[in-house]
């Protein structure tokens, strides 16, 4: 034995030690990459690689952001379309976080359901459109109902894992004490379970915006998608460029809020990659 009380040959131990970093300094690098992404766009335009019947260059997306918001018609389209996203998403998460719970806390709701819900979530909701528009017509109620349908199955998913995961002994323990069924899914399920709820509703909120670019395209009068096809009509890439940033920053908006949940519901755990 050594003097410092370790084998010969092995040194003594020393724990990685995180460095802290600054909001500013994460907020800088995240912007990175949009940033490059944006010069690049802006230098391939200048220079002529990129022809505006192509793609707009980005002053030109700019002016016609102020051209759709002057007139009134990029805020009514997109009022149109964060309602039926909305109203989609609610449903398909309210039916998502009631069947994942039915299958993963009780073992008749598992033998009834699971199997047939499963056999659902494998067809795609695209193909969906023709049926729908058969069903509900021209509507919003197929618009509505194709986002419903497509949030519904990943909240359904993390919903019935999460449930099962939750630890048994701690089910039985408050049983013994004499909770009921419905205190058990409330006071000890779902807490336990938030986690894969948090990620069951980022995966849903993503899905509602691309249900949102299908449903718009069946037949619509109003909303970012029916801005799309009048763009693409006459041929206005930097309208066409407005409504595919904006479709973008909804999905954006989407993860940045399901990201603050996490710190306000789970303020124990770490960021992702906080220790690498």
Not at 63 to 86: C, Y
Not at 96 to 106: D, P, Q, R
Not at 229 to 239: G, L
Not at 245 to 273: H, K
Request: hydrophobic share 50%; aromatic share 6%.
């Amino acid at each position: 034995m050594s003097d410092t009380g370790l084998h010969p040959g092995l040194v003594r131990p020393s724990p990685q030690r995180r460095k802290a970093r600054g909001r500013t300094w994460s907020v800088t690098v995240r912007a990175l990459g949009p940033l490059a992404l944006l010069a690049l766009w802006w230098a391939a335009s200048a220079t002529g690689l990129l022809t505006p019947d192509v793609l707009a260059s980005p002053a030109e997306v700019l002016r016609a952001v102020g051209e759709l918001w002057g007139n009134g018609q990029l805020p009514d389209a997109l009022t149109t379309s964060l309602t039926r996203s909305g109203l989609g998403l609610l449903i398909g998460l309210t039916a998502g976080l009631v069947l994942g719970i039915t299958t993963g806390f009780t073992r008749l709701g598992d033998e009834l359901l699971d199997s047939s819900i499963q056999t659902l979530r494998t067809i795609p909701f695209l193909s969906l459109v023709p049926l729908f528009m058969v069903w509900f017509g021209i509507n919003e109620t197929a618009k509505i109902l194709l986002i419903a349908v497509a949030t519904t199955f990943p909240m359904y998913v993390s919903t019935s894992s999460g449930v099962r995961d939750t630890d048994p002994r701690l089910i039985e323990a408050m049983r013994s004490f004499g909770m009921g069924r419905f205190a058990l899914v409330r006071e000890v399920v779902l807490p336990g379970a938030l986690p894969s709820l948090l990620a069951g509703l980022r995966l849903s909120m993503t899905l509602s915006v691309i249900a949102l670019i299908a449903a718009e395209e069946i037949n619509a009068t109003a909303g970012i998608g029916y801005l799309m096809s009048q763009a693409q009509s006459y041929a206005r890439t930097d309208i066409l460029a407005v409504c595919i940033l904006v479709y973008g920053l909804l999905g954006l908006t989407a993860d940045i809020v399901v990201r603050l949940l996490e710190r306000v519901l789970m303020p124990w755990r770490t960021p992702q990659g906080a220790t690498r």
